[in-house]
């Protein structure tokens, strides 16, 4: 079952990368994530927070620091998880298995939970040809293309499905298309939201489940009494309190992003889409182009039903940004 799993296609494994091409960790670029590659800076963490269970006052503090950050009504459910994939796990038990519609391609692992739940799954290209599912499951922006979706369209989805899964792991770089601010208006949606992309702390294992009304006693059942640990809690507080750091780390990104587009366009890559913290481009033969780039030790991410798609995230200094620029040349 474990290989089952680590097997499924994913990027940020620089184990293939060592495996084909040699070198040690240190030496390799992993471009293959969508993650920031200059993360928040970590805060002091209280001793008590290693030593003793999880703080059920300050999981309550990290809760209302989402609910601040996400713009989520009073009505509206928070509840903190271990990363936004541990609630993946539990969204298909929200209801009983039916048919389910998940807008591909997107992250994989949304098709196999609600398959490994018993759910008929089906692929459709726009939400809107979801009517009448049992669930309906998008990613938005859309990995890997940076498809979007405004709010009151979903909105208006939503009274088609019996239950909405909008996966935002990456909308921190566009919270204007946010769902969490109209949850009350939403009985039947659940938007998951993640640290580990925007904050570049993917190793903390920290992100949040916002529902509607119907689906909230639920939300907290399924999240038990210390979904998180006590140094996530603290470092989550303090990552999603500190607006300033997220202002500016979001203006950074957007330069860097254009930055990797310019890089890209001088190639002869076509761009498809991507966000603020990824590009997705055709460059003819992907898995040559990333062979090439591989060997300057820079790891990519193509993708098993696309021969040209090639996804490439930021560069975290300017070294790796000259390296990328060479390998490119």
Known sequence: MDDAIGNRDHGGDLRQAIARHGGGRAEWIDLSTGINPIPFPLPPIPAEAWARLPDQDRLKTLREAARATYGAPPEAAIAAFAGAQALIGHLPYFTAAGSACIVEPTYNEHRAAFEAAGWRVAAVDDPADAA??????????????????????????????????????????????????????????????????????????????????????????????????????????????????????RARLKRDSARLDRLAAAAGWQKIGGTDLFGLYDVGDAVAVREKLAAHRIWSRIFPYSASWLRLGLAGDEAAWRRLERALA
């Open 132 to 249: 009448g599912a049992d669930a309906l499951i998008l990613v938005n922006p859309n990995n890997p293309d940076g498809r979007c979706w405004p709010g009151d369209r979903l909105a208006a989805i939503a009274g088609g499905v019996g239950l909405l899964v909008v996966d935002e792991s990456f909308a921190d770089v566009a919270p204007e298309l946010s769902l969490v601010p109209v949850l009350d208006k939403i009985p039947n949606a659940m938007v998951l939201r993640s640290v580990g992309k925007f904050f570049g702390l993917a190793g903390l294992r920290l992100g949040f489940g916002c529902a509607g009304r119907v689906l909230a006693d639920r939300l907290a059942a399924g999240a038990g009494p210390w979904p998180v640990s006590g140094p996530a809690i603290e470092i989550g507080i303090a990552a999603l309190g500190d607006r300033d750091w997220a202002a500016e780390t």
